[in-house]
């Protein structure tokens, strides 16, 4: 090894959610000290990052001052305004993602522009500004249903509507309006299930893809992944992550990349979303892959070889943990019998507050019989949420 | 799940050191709050746990401090004087391990007492008061060499003397005669190898037996692991897990049980050292095992149902990172060579400055091929260590 080793550098994370929590593992056994910028004290990076700061991500001050002394920043979300991006750049700070690449996963009219012009395969889509104009969009195509979303600011399902005619569209350029932003209308794709193509890619443009998988929504929320996608045909499962690394390359995006594909029906994919950032549909990575979407999160943006994406297992399953209806006042409460029924059950939680439809864990379970590793998570899962009412009474 | 849930409690953890650290992961997985007594700021836990104390684990009251609204604590290290513990057990703090089984790890002529009474095999042994009863305790045995031990403070080849007559002898007594200890003498064991045991064990009394492993010393400290133990006997295997599961219950252990073994040439396995802690040669089972040593000590002691120790590979093997002659300034400056060589590899770093000797980190590998493991491992942990002196220049 050189001697002229430099000091080892501190990595500035911005946002203080689940995904910088799980940061914080792959960061201690790769000894890389993180900063980071929390929205407010002890939110879920803040209660497992010692070195932090409470400011707001759209604070230009405050992302200077988390940023002093390092030369590389990363996020837990996309939120944070291009321009600010710029600015810390313009003062040596790399961003990785960069703005160049984030405003894609940024705003969904930049990003069905670009893709367009690469090529890519999309759903049909044109931004639109009033019920004609999505009256019109609908005629040009297979009529309604159109799908309409934002084209900034919608995350799990919030600012996408599904409407059946131009009428039905007020919503969408209501809240348009009122955030500022436009509205893209986009055909209603007839697609067999939901895929996603995670690839790490770093600065020198080193890059990983990981297994295609198939992810399953419940409320425009990803509720269920199963890795690699079962019965995927081999051709579409390298053109999905064909797909994914041209993206990546394409649109210079360093860390981790997560493209969300419809498979049609008839056997195409569809590029529908792009995340920069660790992803839902990665999760399952934590204990089924020889390296976690988070482990290659932190070696990309840091400019480190990647480590391998390969599945230690033959099948393995990721079921979220939302907040259920009936009170629950602690996830802690799950794990006697979550751990008894199942030793082999990999449980994450994000020392959130349990509410009704918030994101507050996952589960993993991996395995060589699909349909076992599939009832061994997803009982985990609704036990936690406490929808297994018979059980615990 | 119950309505009735208890709040997350928080877990005290005593000493800073890596073992503490490594903690720190599977607790952010399960949403446990750690609070942790450091012996300085900044050490390799405190670096990554949140909410901390600094003070000696000698200090009464700073052992209140840290575990006040705690039920439970637990340690990196088995220096915390019993009557302190005795102390926190009568103010109803949960130590785990408790101070009637702790003292078999701290003190070795109570841990042979106990292990001879309870018919355990270990080498001959008696506690000798000078150069006399040491020669006496040869000539009843096989001769010289003896092995002489501090019964208590030694770790890491420290407080252990090989010995060819019994006027040799004398700097063991004068180390004994500082500390205010007593002096073990223990026939050297013509082994074969060393081996390792470990359990993990619940409050409950739920226990769980990782594979048996080989370990290999140098200079005393623990350098590499191979799990599980190659060529070993089942039967001898079975033996060494029922004399770990055996001891685990008797002297009523909670949390981590690491018993070395011997095995000699003639087939047998005598305990050499017990370690009620997650243990150097359990650090396989962070990458090799379906449940880590560190998230079964925390389910254990907190009397959650224990995860599976089932090994993930067919091996997996561990090679500790000593710090090197060469100066070092940053082990981070041997990821570039380290990740692109193998991107499969593990690497474990505990935020410590490299000095000469000095365990600052682990490297782990896993596969199918036990040469080609060895290999990796091996060319990895002595890359980080500066050894590799042509391919550096």
Redesign the interface.
Known sequence: ?????????TLAVIGGGQLA??M??PA??????LRLLAEAPGVSA?????D?QVGDHRDLEALRRVTEGCTVVTFDHEHVPTEHLEALEAAGIACRPGPGALVHAQDKAVMRARLGALGVPCPRNRVVADADEVAAFAADGDGFPVVLKTTRGGYDGKGVWVVEDGEDSAAAFAAAAEAGVQVLAEEKVDFRRELSALVARSPSGQA?AYPVVASTQRDGICHEVVAPAPDLDPDLATEAQQVALRIAGELDVTGILAVELFETRDGRVLVNELAMRPHNTGHWSQDGA??SQFENHL?AVMD?????P?P?ARWTVMVNILGGE????????????A??RD?????????KDVRPGRKV?HVNAYGDDLDDVLERARHAAA????D?GEE?E
């Open positions: 090894m050189p001697d002229d080793s430099p000091a080892v550098p929590r799980m914080a593992q201690i056994a790769l000894g890389l000290p803040a209660q497992v990052v010692v932090q990983a020889v390296t070696r480190l070889p990647l480590g391998s390969a230690r009936r009170p629950v006042s602690s996830l802690y409460a799950g794990f006697p019998h751990f008894a030793p082999h059950l990999r449980v994450h939680l994000y020392g864990g036990w936690f949420r406490g297994l615990s």
